[in-house]
């Protein structure tokens, strides 16, 4: 499938990522979302539009009602993205905390 939106731009926002938090642990829907922020329902309508053009957010009709949930497969290509620049800092960090244990013991 050909993407509108690039995943990235769509992580850039900080609402959107707020979103995305929110829907870690259960679903929502756009109100109960919305409810969360200090900003029109149109507005979240319009980042939950994002979220899912660019597939990290799922949805679910039932009724009148519909849940919106991350999409795991989406997130975890960020994640996968992410890993080697947490891996490098992780490395950093490491030889770091080395080369102050060993300042420390001089």
Same mark, same amino acid.
């Given at each position: 499938?050909?993407?509108?939106?690039?995943?990235?731009? *769509?992580?850039?926002?900080?609402?959107?990522? *707020?979103? $995305?938090?929110?829907?870690?642990?259960?679903?929502?829907?756009?109100?109960?979302? *919305?409810?969360?922020?200090?900003?029109?329902?149109?507005?979240?309508?319009? &980042?939950?539009?994002? $979220?899912?053009?660019?597939?990290?957010?799922?949805?679910?009709?039932?009724?009148?009602?519909?849940?919106? &949930?991350?999409?795991?497969?989406?997130?975890?290509?960020?994640?996968?993205?992410?890993?080697?620049?947490?891996?490098?800092?992780?490395?950093?960090?490491?030889? $770091?905390?080395?080369?102050?244990?060993?300042?420390?013991?001089?």
């Amino acid at each position: 499938m050909n993407l509108r939106r690039d995943i990235f731009q *769509a992580i850039a926002d900080p609402t959107r990522r *707020a979103i $995305l938090l929110l829907l870690t642990t259960q679903t929502m829907t756009a109100g109960s979302i *919305a409810i969360n922020f200090n900003t029109a329902r149109p507005t979240v309508s319009k &980042h939950l539009q994002i $979220l899912t053009e660019c597939e990290l957010l799922g949805y679910e009709k039932n009724g009148r009602e519909i849940y919106y &949930h991350l999409n795991p497969s989406k997130i975890k290509e960020l994640a996968d993205f992410i890993e080697p620049f947490r891996k490098l800092w992780d490395d950093r960090f490491n030889k $770091l905390e080395n080369l102050m244990k060993n300042y420390k013991s001089k």
